[in-house]
C-alpha cells in the first residue's frame, strides 16, 4: 500500500484565518481525494484533485473555501479558508493504488 | 451525501466475544470496504471483497460480499482490547466513488 504522509497533524487556529493542509504519497497516484471528518461522524468527500486541472468539488463544497492543488501525481494541499469553528474536523488526504488508502488526517480545531 | 445504513452504531463487549457488524443499501455496489480507524489515526483497510458471495478473512476477521451486491458484514472472533475502535465499510460503485457507512463503534472490557 501507498505511505501517505499529512502536515500539519493537528492545529488550533483563529476564526478568520486560513490553514493549508499538505499531503505527501510515496510513489505516484492517479486518483487522489480530500475527506472532511466532522467529530463523531464518517467521512465526506470533498473533493478529487486532479493534476493538472481543477479539483473536482462535492456537492455542498466549493473552491473558494478549500482550494486545491496538485501539481504532481505525489503531492497534493487543500486549504481551508476563512475558518469558522464549523469547520473543525479531521481532514483526510486519500489515494487510489491497488485500493483506496488514507492518510494519517489533519485535526484542525477553528476557536 | 449519500451513506450506508450500518450497524449497530456502538458495541461494548467482553474480551472473547464474538463481534458482528453490517452494511445494507438500496444500491448496488462493485466493490465492498471494511476500515478500522483508531483514535487520532486515518482509517486503515482491513478487507476489501470483489464479488458477490465471496467471503475473505484476514487473521481473526472475516467479511463477506452479500449476494444481492446490496450488503456485506464484518465479523471478529475473540475480540481482544486492541480491536477498540470504529469500524467502516464503504461499498464503491461503478463510478469508482466510495460511499461510507456511518461507523461501528467497538469497546472492549478486559
Known amino acids: 500500500s501507498a505511505v501517505i504522509s499529512q502536515k500539519p497533524s493537528r492545529d488550533i487556529c483563529q476564526r478568520g484565518t486560513s490553514l493549508t493542509i499538505q499531503c505527501q504519497v510515496d510513489s505516484q497516484v492517479t486518483m487522489m481525494f480530500w475527506y472532511r471528518q466532522q467529530p463523531g461522524q464518517s467521512l465526506t468527500l470533498i473533493a478529487t484533485a486532479n493534476q493538472g486541472s481543477e479539483a473536482t468539488y462535492e456537492s455542498g463544497f466549493v473552491i473558494d473555501k478549500f482550494p486545491i492543488s496538485r501539481p504532481n501525481l505525489t503531492f497534493s494541499t487543500l486549504t481551508v479558508s476563512n475558518m469558522s469553528p464549523e469547520d473543525s474536523s479531521i481532514y483526510l488526504c486519500?489515494?487510489?493504488?491497488?485500493?483506496?488508502?488514507f492518510g494519517p488526517g489533519t485535526r484542525l480545531t477553528v476557536l | 451525501g449519500q451513506q450506508l445504513n450500518q450497524s449497530p452504531q456502538s458495541m461494548f463487549i467482553q474480551e472473547g466475544e464474538d463481534v458482528s457488524m453490517n452494511c445494507t443499501s438500496s444500491?448496488?455496489?462493485?466493490?465492498w470496504l471494511w476500515y478500522k480507524q483508531d483514535p487520532g489515526e486515518g482509517p486503515v483497510l482491513l478487507i476489501a471483497?470483489?464479488?458477490?458471495?465471496e467471503l475473505t478473512s484476514n487473521g481473526r476477521l472475516t467479511a463477506q460480499f452479500g449476494i444481492t451486491r446490496k450488503d456485506s458484514f464484518l465479523n471478529i472472533s475473540a475480540s481482544i482490547p486492541s480491536d477498540v475502535g470504529i469500524y467502516f465499510c464503504a461499498g464503491r460503485n461503478a463510478g469508482n466513488m466510495l460511499t461510507f457507512g456511518g461507523g461501528t463503534r467497538l469497546m472492549v472490557k478486559p
Open positions: 486519500s489515494v487510489v493504488g491497488n485500493e483506496q488508502f
Open positions: 471483497l470483489y464479488k458477490a458471495g
Open positions: 444500491s448496488i455496489f462493485n466493490t
